[in-house]
């Protein structure tokens, strides 16, 4: 079992920078792939970011590249998004999600654990 908890959400201007964590416990999470979702009102629940279990493979939607970067730490059981020139279409709220596959996916469907999500807001 995987518990997520992520931190870091909140109000920033366009053009400003957040960097979110995915605190996780569990024996398991340094083989898990790690993901980073968003959803805003009214819209599905979309992609933003993944990671490996090794922290050597990782995918970004096309909306966030070159802006976002994920990270992880096994070590310290938590995965990262620092989220840089941030504008008001990022606004959502932002959840962390791990499973137990060699090679991830992107549909939320295959995620097995879930954090509870932070909120960001970018005001223009």
């Known amino acids: 079992q995987v518990q997520l908890v992520e931190s870091g959400g909140g109000l920033v201007q366009a053009g400003g920078s957040l960097r979110l964590s995915c605190a996780a416990s569990?024996?398991?999470?340094?083989?898990?792939?790690v993901a980073w979702f968003r959803q805003a009102p009214g819209k599905e629940r979309e992609v933003v970011a993944i990671?490996?279990?090794?922290?050597?493979?990782?995918y970004y939607a096309d909306s966030v590249k070159g802006r976002f970067t994920i990270s992880r730490d096994n070590g310290k059981n938590a995965v990262y998004l620092q989220m840089n020139s941030l504008k008001p279409e990022d606004t959502a709220g932002y959840y962390c999600?791990?499973?137990?596959?060699?090679?991830?996916?992107?549909?939320?469907?295959?995620?097995?654990?879930w954090g509870q999500g932070t909120w960001v807001t970018v005001s223009s």
């Open positions: 990671i490996d279990w090794s922290g050597g493979g990782t």
């Open positions: 569990g024996r398991t999470f340094s083989s898990c792939a």
């Open positions: 999600a791990a499973q137990h596959a060699l090679v991830p996916s992107t549909s939320p469907l295959s995620y097995d654990y």
